[in-house]
């Protein structure tokens, strides 16, 4: 492979948003700007929808001042999609449409900020470029609040939801011990599979007030002992603060909130029946055996795009996985993710960058460690709170205009 | 009235909490324990209801740096309470202890911080004194996210609920027109009868991403127009973002969150049926009318207790009001609440102190003006917005633990 391959980049953003995830964009732009191997730096609407109906935009056209604000605006700046490449063996119209579309712009360089279906959308482009002998270098910047991807120590985005969860629920547990006679907030969080998010509530944990229960998708969810453990709480502490994984299960399997839904598919034949999530049936569950006043409480799109909240070492760290990911491929490089490789040890913490080969990413699910768990599995050990900590460091300068943070207005000029 | 009137104060919160209560805690304890008409300064854990079981605490026991935490320390750090007198002439038991309490520590000065209902607690507490001939000055200082007071021209706690809801409300219409479909948010904040913070949503649109609609509890509801309109945006901006008051009513007079509860009671007897809030009532029937993909989110108690996102126009202000009662009362003056005083011209604003009869206050709920509203009274002009955008200005200097925000942890030594 030349290493003075020169030619068009375009970046794209895909999947759920985090709050630093146009920080990665940010990193990336301004490497690809910077580099003389890269001659015109694109960005795709709607991630790999806007290849494919060649909605780009000239990231050359931008107010540099403007992008800057990319590391304090929250949601995806271009726009996302859940769109699926199929497998081109199948069905390769959309992988033509590519090539035509990079031929046509000279693309050399292809960015995807994601999670791990979009390291799979990576790796499938960069194959088909491979066999149809275009040179195209592909790389993958990881993204999601989630934390479950391979291949790196943590993701861009994970330690800015859970420096939000952690402040929240230290002030929801403060706010809950008001009254005499407390209610037992339920907090639902984001975390289908994984529980690296319910977890990071714990962080609040350190200095005396957090939650006092945890359940994470990865330990079977049994609806009487999580009625009999708040109880216990309650009776000593006259209030509790109950942190759920959207994603809880029973032991066979079944999501607790299917529960709910179930019930609602039900009532709805009566006419007008509606449901809350998670949270909202736990707390009748819990209301219904024990008349405790409870607080349900979804935090829904808040944690992913509370950029009002940004951890500074994740911001920074999201920049650095684009800027590298963009130096890497303008080196020779190709078919990576970016991701991080972290030293910690007493007070010390180091984040860098190492690169993972696309197909060990794609497809893969990392579950928060069993052994982090306490023997009740209703909370975290000290390892994880060693783990999560630096993650969660430092605040952003914001820059504000009239008293609310500034976002970035991109003019978006078609390439 | 003699000037020189020595000894003890007691400072109570009451009420539900705001993110600067504490901020006018602090100003009234260090006004106290720098003036030399005050001999003890003691605060009441929750409220009249510390007074009445003497459970009160000494502020001079306290370290003065752990003190400085309470401008960022969310919720009441004294507990509150909803404990409405009687009137005395009716039962005057609570008032005889109160008087008591009051002899045993030779209490002369009494701080209630709370909403009307506190203003009424201080007014009769006074007139009992005053008939008892037992000299003892009561000051009202206010507060509340409701923003509904009389005698002030907006109320300390209101800037940083306001500022919270429209940051947020920026990041979730942003988050919102991340797909090429988005979802129709709706958001339901607080305010049973009055608008206001509803309405503060709208300063995230002042530059160009806020709430499409938002409805107030002075305005009927009417669930087909609700309908209709989010048709109508969504068909331009496919996306919508809906901010309602818990408190809307339909024309009948009747909460529109009982819709919901009623059909609660009502699947009850069916086992299992569970509600959501407001939010989850409007999102389940826009989604039965229209198929589109709907987000309710409840703020729930989020919005009175995110102290990460204080105004320092509010907290400068509520330490002013906490402040100023004390020295308005070290000076000879009782029976009042201290009041804001405002003054708004073309990029000038300053707010000083007015002091108001608590008779003018208790019991009296301040509406948002209905000649504040736009013509389809489903948003403001921007005569609300030159009101409310001086309240939501500056940040906080925040005092950091480990990434998140310090709390004060106080001794409560008992006095």
């Not at 490497?31 to 001659?39: P, W």
């Not at 909240?309 to 970016?338: C, N």
Request: aromatic share 8%; proline share 3%; charged share 25%.
């Amino acid at each position: 492979m030349k290493k003075d391959l020169k030619g068009t980049c375009i970046i794209g953003q895909s999947g759920g948003p985090t709050s630093v995830i146009n920080t990665s964009l940010l990193g990336a732009v301004k490497a690809g700007l910077a580099s003389s191997s890269i001659t015109r730096v694109l960005g795709a609407l709607n991630g790999i929808e806007g290849v494919l109906k060649d909605e780009l935009i000239d990231f050359d056209k931008e107010d540099p001042n403007e992008l800057e604000l990319l590391r304090q605006t929250p949601a995806s700046v271009l726009g996302s999609c859940r769109y699926k490449l199929k497998d081109y063996n199948v069905d390769d119209k959309d992988y033509r449409r590519i090539l035509e579309i990079f031929r046509k712009y000279d693309v050399r360089y292809f960015f995807y900020n994601g999670g791990n279906d979009s390291m799979d959308t990576c790796n499938k482009i960069s194959k088909f470029m491979i066999e149809n002998n275009y040179e195209c270098r592909v790389m993958g910047i990881p993204k999601t609040i989630d934390n479950d991807l391979a291949g790196t120590d943590h993701c861009p985005g994970y330690g800015s939801a859970a420096k939000y969860i952690a402040q929240i629920c230290t002030e929801l547990a403060l706010d809950a011990r008001v009254y005499p006679n407390g209610p037992v907030v339920i907090l639902e969080v984001m975390g289908r599979n994984a529980g690296w998010m319910a977890a990071s509530s714990a962080l609040a944990g350190i200095h005396g007030v957090g939650p006092d229960l945890i359940f994470l998708p990865e330990v079977p969810f049994d609806l009487e002992d999580f009625i009999e453990q708040t109880k216990e709480i309650y009776a000593k502490k006259k209030t509790a603060v109950i942190v759920v994984s959207e994603g809880i299960r029973d032991k066979d399997g079944i999501y607790i909130s299917e529960y709910g839904s179930d019930l609602a598919k039900q009532k709805d034949s009566f006419g007008h029946a509606q449901m809350g999530g998670l949270a909202a049936y736990l707390g009748n569950a819990l209301k219904r055996a024990t008349g405790l006043k409870v607080r349900p409480i979804e935090l829904s799109l808040l944690q992913r795009c509370a950029s009002h909240s940004v951890s500074k070492a994740d911001s920074d760290e999201a920049y650095m996985a684009g800027y590298e990911a963009v130096r890497y491929a303008t080196s020779g490089g190709t078919d990576k993710m970016a991701g991080y490789k972290v030293v910690r040890e007493k007070d010390y913490y180091r984040c860098s960058i190492e690169f993972v080969p696309l197909e060990q990413v794609g497809g893969v699910e990392v579950h928060f460690p069993k052994e982090w768990m306490n023997e009740a599995q209703t909370g975290v050990k000290k390892e994880f709170i060693d783990y999560c900590l630096p993650l969660i460091q430092g605040e952003l300068d914001y820059v504000k205009e009239d008293g609310m943070n500034k976002f970035a207005k991109l003019k978006k000029v078609k390439a």
